[in-house]
T-cell receptor, first 110, second 117 residues
């Protein structure tokens, strides 16, 4: 069993839809990252969370430490949001080393 | 402000050769991280350097090594290349230990794609 699991693996949405990507982890963490990977490989760090909720534009990330669960929400989705979204956790036992989820491939159709 | 820069963008080598990949972190960032993303696999942690020292390494053989220079730039060396080393190698930097505080977010480079024939 992976220490970090994401769902769904693939997600297709119509422009304007509200999107949720989920991330569950099984160990204690010091922080959780949401990353966006564009075609070709470039990665952008969207959020780093250790508690609560963060918002940036149309993106919202939440984390529930007790339930070991985080969600990434995209409101009013747009085709340019199409990318792979990756959840990564910083394990308390591993210093700064990140453990990654498998990623969620999001396709937003116009 | 320049982001994390990696070179080369693409590199083609043959089995048994050595590959060297380079990373320049954001100015002022002292920590550099290397990750491998092989085809069909997720991102895997390779190495972490901070203040010139190797702080942690992932489950990779000793063929994978690197170093961090006094200007905080870093090199990843892969010796005795094997076909399965073909992957996208991503470098990231942070001001301090990534995840240790709200300021220490990771910034990724665009990656270097290594192809081993």
């Amino acid at each position: 069993k992976n220490e970090v699991e994401q769902s769904p693996q693939n997600l297709t949405a119509q422009e304007g839809e509200f999107i949720t990507i989920n991330c569950s982890y099984s160990v204690g963490i010091s922080a959780l990252h949401w990353l966006q990977q564009h075609p070709g490989g470039g990665i952008v760090s969207l959020f780093m969370l250790s508690s609560g909720k963060k918002k940036h534009g149309r993106l919202i990330a939440t984390i529930n430490i007790q339930e070991k669960h985080s969600s990434l929400h995209i409101t009013a989705s747009h085709p340019r949001d199409s990318a792979v979204y990756i959840c990564a956790v910083c394990l308390r036992t591993s210093g700064s080393r990140l453990t990654f989820g498998e990623g969620t491939q999001l396709t937003v159709n116009p | 402000e320049a982001g994390v820069t990696q070179s080369p963008t693409h590199l083609i080598k043959t089995r048994g050769q050595q590959a060297t990949l380079r990373c320049s972190p954001i100015s002022g960032h002292t920590s550099v991280y290397w990750y491998q993303q092989a085809l069909g696999l997720g991102l895997q942690f390779l190495l972490w350097y901070d203040e010139g020292e190797e702080r942690n390494r992932g489950n990779f053989p000793p063929r994978f090594s690197g170093r961090q220079f006094p200007n905080y730039s870093s090199e990843l060396n892969v010796n005795a290349l094997e076909l399965e080393d073909s992957a996208l190698y991503l470098c990231a930097s942070s001001l301090g230990v990534a995840g240790s505080s709200g300021a220490n977010v990771l910034t990724f480079g665009a990656g270097s794609r290594l192809t081993v024939l």
